[in-house]
T-cell receptor
Framework: KAGVTQTPRYLIKTRGQQVTLSCSPI?????VSWYQQTPGQGLQFLFEYFSETQRNKGNFPGRFSGRQFSNSRSEMNVSTLELGDSALYLC?????????????FGAGTRLSVL | EDQVTQSPEALRLQEGESSSLNCSYT??????LFWYRQDPGKGPEFLFTLYSAGEEKEKERLKATLTKKESFLHITAPKPEDSATYLCAVQPRNSGYSTLTFGKGTMLLVSP
């Protein structure tokens, strides 16, 4: 069974640009969560989607947004990039989003903002 | 506010030298505590879920335990391939089904 797939693996952007990251969850998983990982802050929750609806949102500015499609694939978008947005962006999928959820992570997208 | 603190930040062991990693948490009602392993350049890999105080789970050289305020990851006779960053996360009962609050991790290096 294929795992969580994130594309692209690496991105280099300049300040002010926008970027879109993609995540394909494990087949059958309907919940997709996004996290930002930095050396200073560790893993921080961005948002979670279930059945094409954003169900939870972390404490990030509105420049960070996402969406989920009917096949459960998800994208996240960061507009007006800042240097501080440089990070590893991780996507995690889980089965239903109810009860105890084991989240399975992809390898991440490494974003560098110059 | 929910908080997870892991210690030590980094740990260097000789092969075969057993030790424990600590995860202290403050949460308003715990739904579950998770341990993950993360290798450089990769995403976190799920290891264990613990649900209630007193629970223990084992996998090869790893054993995770849970009390009301902390969890330990015991590593028995580690090998170099156990070198990784170990992450602890809690799922609070009141913060949404899939939201995890992570600690900053313990970077483990096992030398041959």
């Amino acid at each position: 069974k294929a795992g969580v797939t994130q594309t692209p693996r690496y991105l280099i952007k300049t300040r002010g640009q926008q970027v879109t990251l993609s995540c394909s969850p494990i087949s059958g998983h309907r919940s997709v969560s996004w996290y930002q990982q930095t050396p200073g802050q560790g893993l921080q929750f961005l948002f979670e989607y279930f059945s094409e609806t954003q169900r939870n949102k972390g404490n990030f500015p509105g420049r960070f947004s996402g969406r989920q499609f009917s096949n459960s694939r998800s994208e996240m978008n960061v507009s007006t990039l800042e240097l501080g947005d440089s990070a590893l962006y991780l996507c995690a999928s889980s089965l239903t989003g109810e009860g105890i959820n084991i989240q399975y992570f992809g390898a991440g997208t490494r974003l560098s903002v110059l | 506010e929910d908080q997870v603190t892991q210690s030590p930040e980094a740990l260097r062991l000789q092969e075969g030298e057993s030790s424990s990693l600590n995860c202290s948490y403050t949460v308003s009602g715990l739904r579950g505590l998770f341990w993950y392993r993360q290798d450089p350049g990769k995403g976190p890999e799920f290891l264990f879920t613990l649900y209630s105080a007193g629970e223990e789970k084992e996998k090869e050289r790893l054993k995770a335990t849970l009390t009301k305020k902390e969890s330990f990851l015991h590593i028995t006779a580690p090998k170099p391939e156990d070198s990784a960053t170990y992450l602890c996360a809690v799922q609070p009962r009141n913060s949404g089904y899939s939201t995890l609050t992570f600690g900053k991790g313990t970077m483990l290096l096992v030398s041959p």
